[in-house]
């Protein structure tokens, strides 16, 4: 189990296949679900060139840790990764990377749906947009859809 | 013995409270961090730390880097933090 | 889009990741669910050391085909993959990968959810566990507990 | 032409249906694929096949590849394919 918050540039599926190389679970499990958040370049407002984000550090890593072992009372996980980006971003870049791996596909799906919305409505991140008529700090996060 | 005591009685009247602020809100009060001598609870930490504010209906608060409330009181050595809602993810 | 069947091991993690690498939509994908299956060394039987995937190749090519477009018609979604494997497998290796892209997270996450579930009560794909006491075909799915 | 109009009638009558087991039921029936010179729908294409064998309960049915029934008719030229509950992902 592990989750971080990382200063610079996330490669979800290097992270997440580094993860499951460390493992001792093989045959184990039988189900792996994920969730990656990707910058986008539009939001309520479009044409959005960057985004800062910011963050509580203590908090924050208190809150990832408390989200996994959550997760790990409420699903029989085998293993589970959290990753949050901070700093500057830009579109395309992996802002969060959420990884479940459980025997039965149940768990991890449910967990890792669990997690992101948790992190989401919890963790304390916060962003702010930039595009030409300059930076606006995002006042809420949506139910997804 | 005398000096001893009478320095444990400044320590125990003033407090240390470590007040944060971040995001919009951290613009907004235009600084980041503020100790403060003394305060109540979170609401009087506010007040205090932003020269009487007024909060914002949708503000959180987090002593010692769990969610609280307003009314809740403060310790010497608290840390309590102040923000808007959160946009992770 | 794209749906596959294939004949050889797979790597989700590099699939996933070639797939991305082809696409036209950064920028405008913020959420990437995926659901990997992955053959464990039990079942309702212990010590499984290895499994055969039968499957009926035109339906099957069909049916992938087809639950991708269902899945495109209910969600938003920027794109989708899906490849199973066939042939033998041993305990590690996966079996299915599933991987969709939207631009908010409800669609791709309830979209691989569905995805995986339809996949398994509805594509023609069969099972043939084996241990040391010799091979027994899988009789049917789980609700995934 | 009267050799061609008999030929015709011939394969008129005579019906051409490709019959396919799979998993369990293909070894429990001992072959893969049948052709058939006839069947009405799919039930009659499973008894011609397995020498009437019983059908089990949780018989699964695809006409020409997609899911039927038993009672489905059959034309010329289709392929009907009997199988087990699928157990793939």
Known sequence: ??????????????????????????????????????????????????????????????????????????????????????????????????????????????????????????????????NAQGGEWVTGNTDGH | MVSSNFKLAETINQMSIQVKFFASLREKVGHNDVELASAQNALEAWQLATNNMTAPENLLVAINLDYAKLESTLNDGDEVAFFPPVTGG
Chains 1, 3 share one sequence.
Not at chain 1, 1 to 15: A, D, F, G
Not at chain 1, 35 to 54: A, N, V, Y
Not at chain 1, 76 to 81: H, K, R, V
Request: include cysteine.
């Open chain 1, 1 to 130: 189990m592990s989750s971080w918050v990382s200063e610079t540039s996330i490669e979800p599926w290097s992270l997440i296949a580094e993860q499951q190389s460390k493992q001792t679970i093989q045959g184990e499990f039988g189900a792996t679900a994920t969730f990656i958040g990707t910058m986008r370049d539009f939001s309520d407002r479009p044409d959005i060139s960057r985004m800062l984000l910011e963050h509580y550090p203590a908090m924050t890593s208190r809150y990832l840790d408390k989200l996994e072992q959550s997760a790990r009372e409420k699903w029989a996980l085998l293993d589970c990764l959290i990753v949050h980006r901070v700093g500057e971003v830009t579109p395309g870049d992996a802002i969060v990377v959420i990884a479940c791996w459980s025997a039965h596909r149940r768990a991890a799906l449910d967990a890792c749906n669990w997690l992101i919305e948790e992190l989401k409505h919890q963790a304390p991140f916060w962003k702010k947009e930039f």
